[in-house]
């Protein structure tokens, strides 16, 4: 398990494969075309054809020796695993990565040519050590064989075709990603659901110290899961979308809306509000336990950060009343906090089928009450469906 994988709790509240509803009927129409390109093609069509954007480069998983390593592998005739990509919907020969999204960015940054220096530079090589160093300006002067050799190699790739429904390519992508290192649905969303507000979101959100430290984590998650924390807490306050109990479909409304309301150039201000509700979180709550599971019987905190229990207690701390009361007096509301556990409904909520509308509803409602009791402020709910 990753280090990322671990710091959060495992309470089905994450999206997975639940919430793509998928019938066979809906892979009848797909067909798959094998479309094998050679570096010199791909490398010559990939800004036109591919959706690499500079904001998933930043958050690049691969290390500069990975993607040196890549490049020499090109370089031996080594095999390297397949690229899938799928067609846009009404553009042709425009594609999205389902699979392989860090080899193609590799393959960009080695050959971006647009920085003084030229790309990435070769570092790490073991069999091929004497390009230690090279970039390609370099190499097209030093080593003409070895530029033959790379512009030759072969990538397989394979092109997705006739796909009608987003959920389809999710669950596509959560398949190829489940048995190994589960992949944010975040980066699929980044590709399906293009547009200023999702780019800014990525951008302002590797920015948040405060978030990072919520998460334990000491720069911005490659997976972006620091952005889906974001973008869900988002939603939930919007207060326009209702839930109906599938946080993929919510999830994506909310972000196609803010798509279609921001204005490029513009700033997230719901960020810096998060930045600021999770200060206090963060200052009310000893010893790293914000957003994390209460445990009476052992009087003390799970340590994986909790998805559900956020949703509330960030929706909560999103009021600047229910701040101040907590900076005010951050013991009362700390033991407020651990009170609430002794509710065997609500941990239930917050344990099992979290996703759920009732158990979205209760946690909201049981916990907002309990603020209201003890402090005397009434919050807005966000806008959940009605399943009574």
Not at 33 to 52: C, G, H, K, Q
Not at 116 to 135: A, F, P, V, W
Not at 149 to 157: E, G, H, K, V, W
Not at 192 to 208: D, K, S, Y
Request: hydrophobic residues 40%; glycine residues 6%; aromatic residues 10%.
């Amino acid at each position: 398990m990753s280090d990322i994988e671990s710091l959060f709790e495992e309470d089905e509240s994450a999206e997975g494969s639940s919430d793509y509803k998928i019938n066979p009927s809906d892979f009848a129409d797909i067909f798959i075309v094998p479309s094998d390109w050679t570096v010199s093609t791909l490398r010559s069509e990939l800004v036109d054809i591919v959706d690499l954007e500079p904001h998933f480069q930043r958050r690049s998983v691969w290390t500069a020796r990975a993607k040196s390593k890549f490049i020499e592998s090109l370089i031996l005739g080594i095999p390297i695993p397949q690229i899938l990509l799928a067609e846009r919907k009404g553009e042709r020969n425009q594609f999205l990565v389902l699979d392989g999204k860090q080899r193609l960015s590799a393959i960009k940054e080695f050959f971006d040519t647009s920085n003084e220096g030229g790309g990435l530079k070769l570092q790490g090589l073991e069999d091929l050590s004497d390009l230690n160093g090279e970039s390609w300006l370099s190499l097209k002067e030093s080593h003409p064989k070895v530029v033959r050799a790379i512009d030759a190699a072969a990538i397989r790739t394979a092109v997705i075709r006739g796909w009608q429904r987003d959920d389809v390519l999710y669950e596509i992508f959560h398949r190829l990603n489940s048995g190994s290192v589960r992949l944010s649905p975040m980066e699929l969303r980044m590709s399906l659901i293009r547009g200023p507000f999702v780019r800014e979101a990525i951008q302002q959100t590797a920015e948040c110290g405060n978030l990072q430290r919520m998460l334990g984590l000491k720069n911005p998650d490659k997976r972006m899961k620091d952005v889906e924390v974001a973008i869900r807490h988002f939603a939930f306050q919007d207060f326009s979308i209702e839930y109906r109990g599938n946080l993929k479909e919510f999830l994506d409304a909310y972000c196609r809306k803010m798509n279609e309301e921001f204005e490029v150039g513009q700033k997230i201000k719901a960020v810096e509000k998060l930045e600021k509700l999770i200060s206090v979180g963060l200052e009310v709550f000893p010893n790293r336990s914000f957003s994390k599971k209460f445990v009476p019987g052992k009087d003390g905190f799970e340590g994986a950060f909790n998805r559900a229990i956020f949703d509330v207690l960030g929706g909560s701390l999103a009021s600047e009343a229910v701040q101040k009361a907590a900076q005010d007096d951050p013991e009362k509301f700390y033991e407020v906090y651990k009170s609430i556990f002794s509710n065997t409904s609500f941990v239930r909520a917050v344990e099992s089928t979290t996703k759920s509308i009732s158990a979205t509803k209760f946690r909201y409602v049981s916990w907002y009450a309990l603020i209201k009791k003890e402090f005397g402020i009434d919050l807005r709910l966000p806008v959940i469906k009605d399943n009574a």
